[in-house]
């Protein structure tokens, strides 16, 4: 985040902050006047509440264009709209699951405030030139693969901790109205819960150095494949089926609750004996498919 707010300030907020937050010398104050011609602001760069306010609008700004990019992409170039007749599927769902979402933004953006003001104000982890850390592009390329498997297995634990009885009602159960999911449902949450399940990619560049490209890159990476995820696509049989808990994987979690709580990975569930192989014979396409049957048989009856 520091990056982008470097990148922002210098294009745009130095601007903005010069132009509604001035700097006023003490002699121009005094004849009630403000010294434009020196065109900076009374806020440097540093001061926490300029910090504060733009992350806000910042991160924002980046959540919705995310969503919305990628979920629309995805809504219409991956998920199979037939999936939209599953007798499960909910009357305008997809207006729903962005209702849902644009709802959560806001609180989740105030929850993750502290973790991005952390960030700016130098107290992570994450280093700006390939050799200020030892290992060099060999550390560089290895924090990749690290990233996903410690998000990865804390992600299982608070999305399983989630599904604990006491927890689910309040926090959970809203994404879990969507049986069937579109693209849209992959931000639709309880605030609290998608900061919670958020918190593994914040904490981790707090306990391990990383380069700001690559986790600016992974950071995008990561809200993609929640979206992606999301398609209810049931198309099995590929070569990685067995390790990488993808679309199939996710919509057998919103078929049958307690199965393939994992993000990336299929390890955490085999390991905690929450795994459920995709066959092809649980696709919810099936049913669609069989309604379809049944309707055309009837009214050829008729
Ligand atoms: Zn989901
Ligand atoms: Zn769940």
Redesign the pocket.
Known sequence: MDLVLEIADTYVLDAVYTKFVPLTLPEAAGLNATVSAIAMSAWPRSHIPRQIISLSIITLLGIHALYFLFASASYYLIFNHEMMLHPRFLPKQVQLEIRTSLEAFPVMTLLTLPWFLAEVRGWSKVYSSVDDHWGGWWYLFASIPFYLLFTDYCIYWIHRWLHHPLLYKPLHKP??K?II?TPF??HAFHPVDGYLQSVPYHLFIFLFPMHQYVYLGLFVAVNFW?IF??DSDMITGHALENVINGPAH?TL??LYFTVNYGQYFTWADRAGNSYRHPDATLDPLLEVKMRERGEKEKTKAD
Do not use: C, E, N, Q
């Open positions: 994404h879990h969507w999911p449902a992959s929640s995820i999301h996710h979690h919103h």
